[in-house]
């Protein structure tokens, strides 16, 4: 398995979540580099903290599956 870049589209988003998205990008790329890391206890914590906030995003839930 090899890493990819992720880029999410978000201009259709209404622009609350668009907002939300752009607050949260830098915790979400934290988050990610810890699971790339292999710190998948604190990517975990930091992917909940962002989903805690916006609970339908897909992406996020994608990377709380599998870190379970």
């Known amino acids: 398995n ?12 209404h622009d609350e979540l668009r907002k939300l998205k752009q607050r949260q990008k830098d915790t979400f790329s934290e988050a990610l580099q ?3 890391k292999g710190s998948f206890a604190d990517a975990k914590s930091a992917f909940l903290q962002l989903a805690a906030e916006n609970p339908q995003d897909k992406t996020l839930r994608l990377y709380l599956e599998r870190l379970e």
């Not at 090899?2 to 988003?13: A, Y």
């Open 2 to 13: 090899e890493p990819v870049d992720l880029i999410e589209i978000f201009n259709s988003d």
């Open 34 to 36: 810890l699971y790339r």
